[in-house]
């Protein structure tokens, strides 16, 4: 499936899961620290985020286990592919969401990673708390009862 475009957004990776295990509270804009390897490769669009998160390290916020391939082309100067990338954010929003993180359970889960209209990589960073099971059972019956209900008007005309 080819990841959908947004105006001035070229989305690479997506976390499809991560509002179904997570209720999002509220949503942050960073930039990463990238090499040049890994640009090009995120340029061919088959990163994967499913399984990373973000955490402190010191005084910064750094994103964990996400998977970027190595380029093809860059022979002995590649990266290593799932190496802790910094997170380009504001002091005030870090110190923010390392407080959420330590003091009130909260947790910060990559949503997207994608290229802005100045062709910069950003990434979409949610605040959640995990869901319970009969938390995600409800989003199942709502997602169902909206596909039925979207059934039903196109039947009726």
């Known amino acids: ?12 990776a997506d976390n499809r899961s991560a509002r179904f295990h997570y209720a999002i509270e509220d949503t942050f804009e ?7 390897t890994e640009v090009k490769s995120l340029r061919g669009g088959k990163a994967t985020i499913g399984e990373s998160y973000a955490g402190p390290s010191g005084s910064d916020l750094m994103l964990f286990n996400a998977y970027i391939p190595e380029y093809l082309e860059a022979n002995r ?13 504001h002091r005030r929003q870090i110190n923010k969401l390392i407080g959420a993180t330590q003091r009130q359970g909260y947790t910060v889960i990559p949503l997207k990673i994608y290229f802005n ?3 910069r990589a950003k990434v979409e960073l949610g605040l959640g708390k995990g869901k319970q099971l ?3 059972r409800e989003s199942v019956k709502q997602r169902d009862w909206q596909r039925d209900k979207a059934r039903l008007m196109r039947d009726k005309g």
């Open 1 to 12: 499936m080819a990841p959908k475009t947004e105006p001035g957004r070229r989305v690479v």
């Open 30 to 36: 960073a930039g990463i620290a990238l090499t040049g």
């Open 77 to 89: 100067f590649n990266h290593d592919t799932k190496r802790p990338r910094r997170l380009l954010l």
């Open 117 to 119: 209209d100045k062709g």
């Open 134 to 136: 009969h938390d995600k």
